[in-house]
Nanobody
Framework: QVQLQESGPGLVKPSQTLSLTCTVS??????????WNWIRQPPGKGLEWMGV???????DYSPSLKSRTSISRDTSKNQFSLQLRSVTPEDTAVYYC??????????WGQGTQVTVSS
């Protein structure tokens, strides 16, 4: 069974870059059957899909976040990462990494709270 674990700072200052890493165990991020997402949930709001990195390393992003978001990977460590630039307090959320199969998240990390505040 695949397990995902998010890691990164819990507090980021406005205008800085939020950086998170997802470590995957029990399966390879290069497995062509799956893709790997970042999803977030702001307080009191619904889930928001941020972007995806496929097994071949190609990426796709939410149009509303595309200008500020980058997803990359380190296949040697079986990790993929999120960078969100120029953050504001509106980027405060619980951030999840997920494994996607047929465009549906099927495995989730436990989530990590990130607060944007000075």
């Amino acid at each position: 069974q695949v397990q995902l674990q998010e890691s990164g700072p819990g507090l980021v200052k406005p205008s800085q870059t939020l950086s998170l890493t997802c470590t995957v165990s029990g399966g390879s991020i290069t497995n062509s059957n799956y893709a790997w997402n970042w999803i977030r949930q702001p307080p009191g709001k619904g889930l928001e899909w941020m972007g995806v990195i496929a097994a071949d390393g190609s990426t796709d992003y939410s149009p509303s976040l595309k200008s500020r978001t980058s997803i990359s990977r380190d296949t040697s460590k079986n990790q993929f990462s999120l960078q969100l630039r120029s953050v504001t307090p509106e980027d405060t959320a619980v951030y999840y990494c997920t494994k996607q199969s047929y465009r549906v998240p099927v495995d989730w990390g436990q989530g990590t709270q990130v607060t944007v505040s000075s």
